[in-house]
């Protein structure tokens, strides 16, 4: 198995706190990802990363910030959570995203997070 | 832009039943796909992958066929068990966007013994 971590592992939280979710890996992939997952929509991307400081957006970003200072730390901060990013929360990485990779993604276990 | 289209579920079965999920993609150029499978409580691990047309990909059972003529990449397994029961998705990369992913809704699948 892929080594990745992710924490916390579960949180509640009250709305308008800020809060972070980490993901740490062991593989040294150079490209990380964050997912929200919810019933009905599948996986979406909120950001990913394509090296260190190196970020962007993907296709559910607001409200959201990312920050990579280290290939093995990927940080997902919510500024001022909200109950509608009330999600599972996944980290993931792939070893390369050039012409000859598969692209494979590896996951780690998930972040349920719960904002009241 | 790219999009993966799967099967609607839920999907339940009997134990050693025939199990088919259907997957069909949208992208440009050639891109790779994939099935991940997901188990309660657990992130995604990767179920079998096919990188070009005609390739199959394969694992515990369970096979899929890049068809480029169709866009499809079903997922078949002959004889389902009770610890197959979890939640499949079909995903493509198409190598050009710093290996993203785009993924299908999920299909949960459950069998009964």
């Known amino acids: 198995d892929a080594g990745i971590t992710q924490s916390p592992r579960h949180k509640v939280t009250e709305t308008g706190t800020p809060v972070t979710l980490r993901c740490h890996q062991t593989?040294?992939?150079?490209?990380m990802y964050w997912y929200r997952q919810d019933p009905g929509h599948g996986l979406r991307l909120i950001h990913y990363?394509?090296?260190?400081?190196?970020?962007d957006k993907g296709e559910v970003s607001d409200g959201y910030s990312v920050s990579r200072s280290k290939t093995e730390d990927f940080l997902l901060t919510l500024e001022s959570a909200t109950s509608s990013q009330t999600s599972v929360y996944f980290c993931?990485?792939?070893?390369?995203?050039?012409?000859?990779?598969?692209?494979?993604?590896?996951f780690g276990p998930g972040t349920r997070l719960t904002v009241l | 832009g790219n999009s993966v289209t799967q099967m609607e579920g839920p999907v339940t079965l009997s134990e050693e039943a025939f199990l088919t999920i259907n997957c069909t993609y949208t992208?440009?150029?050639?891109?790779?796909l994939f099935w991940y499978v997901q188990y309660p409580g657990e992130g995604l691990q990767l179920l079998l992958k096919?990188?070009?047309?005609?390739d199959k990909g394969s694992n515990k059972g369970f096979e899929a066929t890049y068809r480029k003529e169709t866009t499809s990449f079903h997922l078949e397994k002959g004889s389902v068990q009770v610890s197959d029961s979890a939640v499949y998705f079909c995903a493509l990369s198409d190598h050009t966007n710093a290996g993203k992913s785009t993924f299908g809704d999920g299909t949960t699948l459950t069998v009964k013994p």
């Open positions: 096919a990188t070009k047309a005609d």
């Open positions: 593989e040294n992939h150079r490209y």
């Open positions: 992208a440009t150029g050639y891109p790779s």
């Open positions: 993931a990485i792939s070893e390369s995203g050039g012409l000859k990779s598969t692209d494979t993604q590896y």
């Open positions: 990363s394509y090296g260190v400081k190196d970020t």
